[in-house]
């Protein structure tokens, strides 16, 4: 629609006024509405905004007709608000906080000359009547009152809906709505997006944050759990953007020390196992301040961190892990080189070494040592062309992996599979196997406009692309040339197996078997029959094969992975995308219709391209009601997808044709048989099939939000969540034949062969099970890509040329229900704080996300059948968050955090190679029962408090003291329990963890954190 004259010269008057601001990344918007003092709207106000964190100085726009001046484009941080009109007393808002991503709104009153003088401090709402996004925003004020720890990992979990991972303290935070499974290493949220200042540090591998600053440098942490608006690329699981501050028209600066010492812990409980010293020694000191006053502003920061855990394991050994000796370095310079233009750059870099010392399941000599680090940098700039804003960035991550085994004179690694606990010998056996270099890198270019206009009510209109380019170099080998997997007895058969590779390799091992005449001939001169058509082996035909060669190292002959040759492979995936985002306001309803299109390609390490997307559409499309139309209170709804491209992990098994070559062995008929060949040069480990798709996510809200008495807000929110077009890696030569997944399930309870058992004589129970199995093979169709028909992927497959395809899984789905209840309060009469509680329900069947997880490669873990289906492993039922802080005016302040969950679920599993995998069921009457999740860890409680102490020595200098108490009422119960025979067990019989549903881990005791502050 044509926009009227009167219209446009508001608007551009209103963009002129405001002068270039922050960038896209990290800002808000201050909506001020003048009244007089009967209620009416105020037109020609002058309207002027001031923050110490608004680089350019104070911004001033006239009231509308409605009485209304919007500053869009903040900074986030404290704003004071100045009014004035002629025939009115001048009148002030103070401390009106301006947050990312969000719309401050407040109704100022002016009363006539000649009326008693009033200042106006309060009428501010707490509620964005605009938004549906839902989240919360953690600031500087906050980092430095509660007990939290000092990364940006650990504040996450202050947040409502957010988790830690769950029997692993060192993991990524989820969303409740989230796949929140410890298994071992790939627990937690793997498809979390993280940014600082913008630049995504989310590490293109494990979907892990990669880059930590100092907390005195973050001005606010913008937490989104659901919503997200269609200008986000957005993976499905939580959103953290950080924005580190820009300085300001004063020095200012600080020197932080943070301690911990040994003895600042309280003795292990009875029962409980030594969960060891810490010792933390954190010294940081930041510097800000102007070179030109509100032109150029400057920010630099180190920090020095040293993390040591001395543990005492029960077999009376005491060592000492590394958790962190990490030097972190900062800086960031902002211009405002004219009203309508400001150029930043940001700069920061981590060199981090840890170990896995601390961790008790950890064998000693199998301890390995990961040394890290790299740069990260941005370059924006933003120019304002009277009602449009132009912000074009520029960012670049690099991070260095290395990983190698801390000692190397114990022999080739021997892990010892049992269906019986193992003793700490067998447990011990070879030393690490870990030799790995990964260099990621991401480079990222970005243009974002901003077009503010009216017509039928205000519109902020922004338009935006990208163009990025993802790469993993690696450069991967095996410590000492090989890592076996032997058993601890020379009695187990084919057909009962112990968890382990040597069982989930049965299906390869049987293609090497049926397509290399030699290894026929010699299965056949060992007595064994081929019962297939066509004179093929089965999986069952092998069921009475033992594996009884001793192995000299220990045990007996199983599995091993086998180092042949090094090289680097370096698989890229590039992106390009863009969105259209619409804020419409119109009278009470604000509307945002937002749409994403993102493409991808994945291109091998030869610069071949291997797949590519079509542009994937993602609507994103909210509505919210001001209720009573003051800004008060709302309703808002939302519904919107997430792509979730898969980890450069998975690309690299489609795309590393000069990697590191390796394979992967089974020991039969004193031979090893290679089940897989890993990088030879010119071959692939895996094809994506021609009907691939990308994960998805859809989420549907509907909210209600509301403040009161001026100090409190309160929202409820519900959510469904459901996660589809999950992927896995195949194996073809099992899926594309019936015979094949029917000798699965023979094998797995007890049938034996066809040629043996045949079908007839099996019972009622029996039968259904073998034809559901066989129901499971796909048409061979299903597996054409890479060039290739599926028969052709198949023969290659066969022939030793292809080991998987990545696919989508038939049937594989996760859901969420939540609710989600929050209380805030404002702080007022020196105390504030917030309480909020969480009713979840996660219901699935895969595992899978996008890291590998034996779906697609064993019929047993199939997400179509029905004992896979339940509680997904992980989830909780229940979490709830609360804290507050009280301060005096003499400067003695207390906060405190709670944190409170039903204990998480998990399955009956089995350990296969870094897998948590769930169990088929033992008795086979239960195949069609539900099975998953079906066993909870006990409750989790937990109090910190800090108690902290502030004086001044002068205008400009003061100092503050804290003393943290965590775990305050020195809580020790059980947060963790096995899984599953063996799956806990590390390295001793530690609270015989071996056993299934024995504890392995618990809360650590009572312990204390003592911090000093010195700021000017």
Excluded: C
């Amino acid at each position: 629609m044509h926009l009227s004259p009167s219209r446009m010269a508001r608007t551009t008057a209103l963009l002129v006024a405001m002068g270039a601001t922050a960038f896209a990344a990290g800002d808000g918007n201050l909506y001020v509405k003048v009244l007089d003092s009967q209620g009416k709207p105020v037109a020609g106000a002058t309207v002027i905004v001031t923050s110490p964190t608004q680089i350019g100085g104070a911004r001033t726009v006239p009231s509308d007709k409605e009485g209304n001046a919007r500053f869009i484009r903040l900074s986030p941080g404290d704003f004071k608000v100045q009014v004035s009109k002629e025939g009115f007393q001048t009148a002030t808002l103070s401390a009106i906080e301006v947050k990312v991503d969000q719309t401050s709104s407040a109704n100022l009153k002016l009363q006539p000359l000649g009326s008693a003088t009033v200042e106006v401090v309060s009428n501010v709402a707490a509620v964005d009547s605009t938004t549906v996004t839902t989240g919360t925003q953690i600031t500087s004020t906050e980092l430095e009152t509660l007990p939290v720890g000092r990364t940006q990992l650990s504040t996450l979990n202050l947040a409502p809906g957010v988790i830690a991972t769950l029997g692993n303290t060192n993991g990524n935070p989820t969303l409740a709505t989230g796949l929140n499974r410890d298994n071992f290493g790939s627990g937690g949220g793997r498809n979390n997006t993280y940014l600082v200042d913008g630049v995504d540090v989310t590490s293109p591998e494990a979907g892990t944050l990669r880059t930590t600053i100092a907390p005195e440098l973050i001005q606010v942490q913008d937490v989104k759990t659901g919503a997200i608006t269609a200008e986000y690329t957005a993976r499905a699981g939580l959103f953290s953007s950080v924005t580190t501050k820009v300085g300001g028209n004063e020095f200012s600066g600080g020197v932080t020390v943070d301690y911990q010492s040994p003895s600042l812990q309280n003795k292990v409980g009875y029962g409980k196992y030594d969960v060891g010293e810490r010792s933390v020694r954190d010294y940081s000191a930041y510097f800000m301040g102007p070179i030109i006053k509100d032109k150029l502003w400057f920010v630099g920061s180190v920090q020095s961190v040293k993390d040591e855990l001395t543990v005492k394991l029960p077999s009376g050994e005491s060592r000492t892990g590394l958790n962190e000796d990490s030097k972190r370095f900062f800086g960031k310079l902002t211009w405002q080189i004219s009203p309508e233009d400001l150029l930043s750059f940001t700069y920061n870099t981590n060199p981090y070494d840890f170990n896995n010392l601390s961790n008790p399941g950890i064998v000693t000599r199998r301890a390995a040592k990961t040394e890290q680090g790299g740069n990260r940098w941005i370059a924006a700039y933003s120019h304002q062309f009277t009602n449009l804003f132009v912000d074009v960035h520029y960012s670049h991550h690099q991070e260095d992996n290395k990983v190698t085994g801390l000692y190397t004179d114990a022999g080739p690694q021997n892990t010892i599979v049992s269906l019986s606990a193992l003793t700490p010998d067998q447990a011990q056996q070879g030393n690490s196997s870990a030799m790995d270099l990964r260099v990621y890198k991401k480079d990222l270019l970005r243009a974002d406009l901003t077009w503010l206009f009216s017509a039928l009510g205000n519109h902020t209109v922004k338009f935006g692309g990208q163009s990025g380019e993802d790469s993993l170099t690696r450069t991967s080998g095996i410590s000492q040339g090989a890592a076996y997997e032997s058993f601890d007895l020379g009695t187990y058969t084919w057909g009962a197996l112990p968890g382990g590779q040597v069982r989930s390799q049965r299906a390869r091992v049987l293609g090497a078997i049926n397509n290399t005449p030699s290894l026929k001939a010699t299965a056949i001169a060992a007595g064994y029959t081929p019962t297939g058509t066509g004179g093929v082996f089965q999986s069952s035909d092998f069921n009475s094969y033992t594996f009884n060669e001793a192995n000299p190292i220990g045990g007996y002959y199983g599995y091993r992975n086998n180092f042949v040759s090094s090289a680097s492979s370096t698989p890229k995936q590039l992106t390009q995308g863009f969105y259209l985002q619409d804020q419409w306001q119109v009278g009470r309803f604000t509307l945002s219709p937002g749409f994403r299109f993102d493409k991808y390609e994945y291109k091998a390490d030869n610069g071949q391209s291997l797949f590519k997307t079509d542009y994937n559409f993602a609507p994103r499309v909210g509505a919210t009601y001001d209720v009573k139309g003051d800004g008060h209170s709302k309703i808002y709804a939302y519904w919107g997808r997430y792509i979730d491209p898969i980890r450069l992990d998975m690309v690299r098994f489609t795309g590393s044709l000069q990697a590191s070559a390796t394979t992967e062995d089974v020991r039969m008929f004193n031979t090893w048989i290679t089940a897989i060949n890993r990088g030879t040069k010119g071959s692939v480990d895996a094809v994506f099939v021609d009907k691939f798709k990308l994960p998805k996510t859809d989420e549907f809200r509907l909210g209600y939000a509301t403040d009161f008495a001026r100090i409190y807000s309160f929202e409820i929110v519900g959510t469904l969540r459901r996660d589809f077009d999950i992927v896995e890696d195949w194996d073809i030569g099992l899926y594309s034949s019936a015979d094949n997944l029917e000798g699965e399930a023979r094998a797995l309870w007890g049938m034996g062969s066809a040629a043996t058992t045949p079908y007839a004589n099996l019972t009622t129970q029996q039968k259904r099970v073998v034809d559901y199995f066989r129901g499971l093979a796909m048409p061979v169709d299903y597996f054409a890509g890479g060039g290739f028909s599926g028969a052709q992927n198949l023969a290659r497959a066969n022939a030793g040329q292809l080991n998987f395809a990545l696919a989508n899984l038939p049937g594989g789905v996760r859901k969420y229900k939540t609710l989600d209840l929050t209380l805030t309060r404002r702080e007022s009469n020196n105390w504030g704080g917030f309480a909020s509680v969480s009713l979840v329900d996660g219901q699935g069947n895969s595992f899978s996300l996008g890291n590998a997880d034996y779906q697609g490669d064993l019929a047993q873990y199939d997400p179509r059948l029905p004992y896979m289906n339940g509680k997904l492993d992980g989830s909780v039922d229940w979490m709830a968050k609360f804290n507050a802080f009280y301060h005096w005016d003499m400067g003695l302040q207390v906060a405190m955090n709670f944190n409170a969950n039903s204990g998480y679920h998990y399955s009956a599993s089995d350990k296969v190679g870094t897998r948590v995998l769930n169990s088929a069921p033992k008795d086979i009457n239960d195949v069609f029962t539900e099975q998953a999740g079906k066993y909870r860890t006990p409750n989790f409680w937990q109090s910190d408090i800090r108690v902290q102490y502030a004086w001044k020595w002068n205008q400009k200098l003061r100092s503050e003291v804290y003393l943290d108490i965590i775990n305050l009422t020195n809580r020790q119960e059980v947060t963790g329990v096995s899984e599953g025979l063996n799956v806990r067990s590390g390295t001793t019989t530690i609270y015989n963890a071996a056993v299934a549903g024995q504890p392995y881990a618990f809360q650590a005791p009572r312990r204390y954190q003592m911090g000093f502050r010195l700021k000017f």
